[in-house]
């Protein structure tokens, strides 16, 4: 018989159904069984993956792409990583436009990825015409055969979810998940996975994930923007400082906002405890289930999944490193040394 050669076919191919991990010592004095949807295993490491690729191949169904036209998007965090691998093995050009705020290792990452970067000015207002904004949109609008993924305001990165996180939990749970934590940041990934299982059986609670000097939790809960909630925070993907239409809030039961700080430790808590190196945002993600728990959220019975969005090879220079950990006071001895010898 001929062996068969087992490949895939491209890195494409790996994107989503992601693994469902117990979590066992992080856990030990909650009531509840919980499990970490784990999207750093996406190739892109991160959820941002899949909406990437659904957004593209749905423009493409469309008719509104062909290869050798142009994906353009502002942001230098994950999506922009995903969006230049899937440009990458589908012959796209991927331009995107970036805050001067961004680092020049993530900056260096996205052309590494062969995406055309434009470095626009972190301090002007989101309508000026240097913003990276309007940048992209003028880019889009002088672009011949571009798509302009605008994650925000755009419905298919719900639809993303909706499609793949969701039935790959509902599955993975046997139906037998009670509560879904998420970060909401673009709100894609809560919308789309709430919105599936609450089809699937309406009583499960769906818990959000805010940042303390974001909008999203009060405009959940009021329906008001209120412009005093904004102020600056360090977690980024969380949280936002306008309402995203990407954010399904009828879908949502209930929002909690973590602190920089807690979300920090707590990251850093699931690395050494679960050895599950993930990002900033696993670990305000795992801090709100600590807070709902607090709050009387869960019982013996209940199986809890909270996403976790991205992996923690992003942060070295951030949540990892105790010297930028000392320097946000997040710790309360000036002595590093001792901290190293911390065991949890
Ligand atoms: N975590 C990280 C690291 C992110 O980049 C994002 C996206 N902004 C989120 C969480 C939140 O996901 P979503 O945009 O789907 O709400």
């Given at each position: 018989m001929k062996e068969e050669i087992?490949?895939?076919?491209?890195?494409?191919?790996?994107?989503?159904?992601t693994p469902l991990i117990k979590l066992n010592?992080?856990?030990?004095?909650?009531k509840g069984n919980f499990f970490a949807k784990v999207e750093a295993f996406n190739p892109g490491h991160s959820s941002k993956d899949r909406i990437a690729l659904y957004i593209i191949e749905q423009a493409e169904r469309k008719g509104l792409l062909s290869p050798g036209d142009t994906i353009i998007e502002t942001t230098s965090g994950n999506t922009g990583f995903s969006l230049a691998m899937v440009s990458i093995i589908k012959g796209y050009h991927c331009i995107l436009a970036v805050s001067s705020k961004s680092s020049k290792d993530k900056i260096d990452m996205l052309r590494s990825m062969g995406a055309k970067v434009y470095v626009c000015p972190a301090?002007?207002?989101?309508?000026?015409?240097?913003s990276y904004y309007s940048v992209a949109k003028r880019l889009h609008e002088e672009t011949k055969g571009s798509v302009y993924i605008n994650q925000y305001f755009n419905e298919l990165n719900v639809d993303a979810h909706y499609h793949t996180t969701g039935p790959e939990i509902w599955e993975q749970t046997g139906g037998k998940i009670t509560h879904l934590v998420a970060c909401s940041g673009t709100g894609g990934t809560i919308s789309g996975i709430a919105k599936f299982l609450k089809e699937k059986n309406p009583a499960i609670r769906v818990l959000g994930v805010d940042a303390f000097g974001s909008v999203l939790k009060k405009y959940h809960e009021t329906k008001e923007f209120d412009t005093n909630e904004i102020y600056p925070y360090r977690i980024?993907?969380?949280?936002?400082n306008l309402i995203p239409t990407?954010?399904?809030?009828?879908?949502?039961d209930k929002f909690i906002k973590v602190t920089d700080e807690d979300s920090a430790h707590t990251a850093r808590e699931i690395a050494k405890r679960e050895g599950l190196f993930v990002g900033y945002t696993s670990g305000a993600a795992f801090q709100a289930v600590k807070q709902f728990a607090e709050e009387g959220e869960?019982?013996?019975s209940s199986n809890i999944v909270v996403v976790f969005?991205?992996?923690?090879?992003?942060y070295m220079s951030k949540v990892f490193s105790d010297d930028w950990m000392n320097e946000q006071g997040f710790?309360?001895?000036?002595n590093i040394e001792e901290i190293q010898k911390i065991e949890f």
């Open positions: 087992k490949a895939y076919g491209t890195v494409l191919e790996l994107i989503g159904n010592n992080i856990t030990e004095h909650l301090h002007v207002a989101a309508d000026d015409d240097r980024e993907g969380l949280g936002k990407a954010t399904d809030f009828d879908v949502i869960f019982t013996e969005p991205d992996h923690g090879s992003r710790f309360d001895s000036e």
